[in-house]
């Protein structure tokens, strides 16, 4: 961490290739926007840029990791992500015999207030069964 601030102080381009994710990189920022920095020239102002850079990249990598965690224990508690059905499961049952009896999709669609083509989407390659059970 010594190494980066004294690379930042004085100015030195070089400095620049010393960003990686690294425990304390924002006292490291802080220090490196001072007054001190700020009167250097452009070398300071790629080096400032370079801790920026850091600094962000660390923190999305956190919140990355974070989420990440908080996801697995949402799972493991059996909470479900993405959009919820629009048909219950007793629903799915019913439109696939009414399918099966020969109703269109758009008169089924009507009855559940969804497009035809969630109906559709009830007939599969695999069979009406197969979906019947989920």
Not at 79 to 100: D, Y
């Given at each position: 961490m010594a190494q980066r601030y004294e690379a930042c102080r004085t100015g030195s381009v070089r400095g620049a290739k010393l960003a990686a994710p690294i425990p304390g990189a924002r006292p490291t920022a802080n220090q490196c926007t001072s007054d001190e920095l700020s009167r250097k020239g452009a070398a300071n102002s790629i080096m400032r840029h370079s801790v920026s850079s850091?600094?962000?990249?660390?923190?999305?990598?956190?919140?990355?990791?974070?989420?990440?965690?908080?996801?697995?224990?949402?799972?493991?508690?059996?909470?479900?992500?993405?959009?919820?059905?629009?048909?219950?499961?007793?629903?799915?049952?019913?439109?696939?015999?009414?399918?099966?009896?020969?109703?269109?999709?758009?008169?089924?669609?009507l009855t559940y207030g969804v497009d035809a083509t969630t109906i559709g989407r009830l007939r599969s390659p695999f069979g009406a069964d197969a979906i019947a059970s989920s």
């Open positions: 850091l600094v962000r990249r660390t923190e999305r990598e956190l919140i990355r990791a974070r989420t990440g965690e908080g996801r697995k224990r949402a799972q493991a508690r059996g909470v479900r992500f993405g959009r919820p059905p629009k048909l219950n499961a007793h629903q799915r049952a019913e439109a696939i015999q009414r399918l099966s009896h020969g109703e269109t999709t758009t008169a089924i669609a």
